[in-house]
């Protein structure tokens, strides 16, 4: 290699170093005045964000849980659960109520299951389309009332994973959607 082509090199290296130094330093600010860090962060900790519809099939959901509980008196809580047994999708719903937390199985008030049809099922996908998904995480804010939110998949991790809705209107349609089930649901 001549002086000139060493000289050329080095400029490219150099050149190449410093883009390299610039991405470091300035994408992390761009990716977070874009909204995506959360996202980018995920996929680094091998965490993908899947979104209901897009990425998951409603055949592909076995169980959902909605879990809202209060620890004020007197303590209440409150499960909605949605899944798939030996071939129908089936509505789950549970009511526990007393003077001491945390409430036991005994504690419940009011629960029953309801065998869904096709329409109902579709339903209940339509109102968590559009949500997203991801493994769940230790979160600093336990103890809050919730909600807590699961779900479970074919080919997805064992222990589920946290669900979100994609927006207020679409977690109230949920909750609209479980309020007629469980009105039509055999008590237990």
């Not at 899944?83 to 937390?101: C, V």
Request: glycine residues 10%; aromatic residues 12%; contains cysteine.
């Amino acid at each position: 290699m001549t002086g000139m082509e060493g000289t050329n090199c080095m400029k490219r290296m150099t050149t190449a170093f410093a883009a390299l130094l610039a991405c470091a330093l300035f994408l992390p600010s761009l990716v977070e005045g874009a909204g995506i860090t959360d996202r980018v962060a995920d996929l680094l900790r091998g965490n993908k964000t899947l979104t209901v519809g897009a990425d998951i099939q409603s055949g592909d959901i076995t169980d959902f849980y909605y879990t809202f509980s209060s620890s004020t008196f007197p303590p209440q809580y409150q499960r909605y659960r949605f899944y798939a047994e030996n071939g129908t999708h089936r509505f789950f719903h549970e009511k526990r109520e007393g003077d001491h937390w945390p409430l036991l199985e005994s504690d419940a008030t009011d629960s029953g299951t309801k065998v869904l049809n096709a329409e109902e099922w579709k339903a209940f996908f339509r109102s968590i389309e559009g949500g997203t998904v991801k493994n769940r995480e230790e979160h600093l804010e336990s103890g809050d009332s919730g909600p807590w939110m699961y779900l479970y998949r074919n080919g997805g991790p064992k222990e589920g994973q946290e669900f979100y809705f994609a927006t207020l209107g679409a977690r109230n349609a949920f909750l609209d959607l479980c309020a007629r089930l469980k009105e039509n649901a055999p008590k237990q």
